[in-house]
């Protein structure tokens, strides 16, 4: 099956820092997405995201397809911003599960 | 807006127990996923029903099994728990109008914390 891989696996960091989270993925996707775990094990939406650019507030991601990647971007970061972000992807379209990857776990220290 | 429901929140059960999970989509969503994610792991891909019809199957034991209803409702029923069943279980729905244009994002819910002693 598909391999997702993401870096770095913990980031720490100062509130108001940015930061650039990687997942990279072995075979051609037509579905990925962006999600953040809260401490409270929610798994909230960022970006549905199987190509090209989106941003929303301070967030943005982008896909390469061609080159089997994806970045999100997080801006002024919030102690809010805390958790662990998965990125996830589907390979064969209708209603094939997603594989995730093992996730960043992100530290907002205050 | 309407969000995946998905009940019970929290559950305690003893090994060798059954236990009965349950899921309702957003509604017109067509699709329902189940997804195990054990103590610090990633979620895992369980099982998927499309239009009340199994459609694809991840790593989910013989001793689970699940269903889609008329009402497009779902249910993971599961037997003989042991301790290692002990996890987050979440249900995702997808489907609506966005099928049409190729969008097939799927939607969690708040999951079910299965505890087994």
């Known amino acids: 099956g598909i391999q997702v891989e993401q870096s770095p696996p913990d980031l720490i960091l100062q509130e108001g820092a940015n930061s650039t989270l990687r997942c990279n993925f072995s075979?051609?996707?037509?579905?990925l997405q962006w999600f953040h775990q809260n401490p409270w094990g929610q798994l909230i939406n960022l970006f549905y995201?199987?190509?090209g650019t989106k941003q929303n507030g301070r967030l943005s991601a982008t896909t390469v397809a061609t080159e089997r990647y994806s970045l999100l971007y997080i801006s002024s970061s919030q102690t809010t911003d805390s958790g662990v972000y998965f990125c996830?992807?589907?390979?064969?379209?209708?209603?094939?599960?997603?594989?995730f990857g093992k996730g960043t776990h992100l530290i907002i220290q205050p | 807006a309407a969000g995946v429901i998905q009940s019970p929140r929290h559950l305690i059960k003893e090994k060798r127990e059954t236990a009965t999970l349950k899921c309702y989509p957003i509604?017109?969503?067509?699709?329902v996923y189940w997804y195990q994610q054990g103590p610090g792991q990633d979620p895992q891909f369980l099982i998927s029903?499309?239009?009340?019809?199994?459609?694809d199957k991840g790593s989910i034991p013989d001793r689970f099994s699940a269903q889609q209803f008329s009402d497009y409702h779902s249910e993971l029923n599961m037997s003989s728990l042991e301790l290692g069943d002990s996890a987050l279980y979440f249900c995702?729905?997808?489907?609506?109008?966005?099928?049409?244009?190729?969008?097939?994002?799927?939607?969690f819910g708040q999951g079910t914390r299965l505890t087994v002693v």
């Open positions: 995702a729905s997808s489907g609506g109008p966005g099928v049409l244009s190729g969008d097939t994002e799927a939607f």
């Open positions: 075979d051609s996707v037509n579905n």
């Open positions: 995201i199987p190509s």
């Open positions: 996830a992807v589907g390979t064969r379209g209708g209603a094939d599960g997603l594989t």
């Open positions: 509604p017109r969503h067509d699709t």
């Open positions: 029903f499309y239009e009340k019809m199994q459609s």
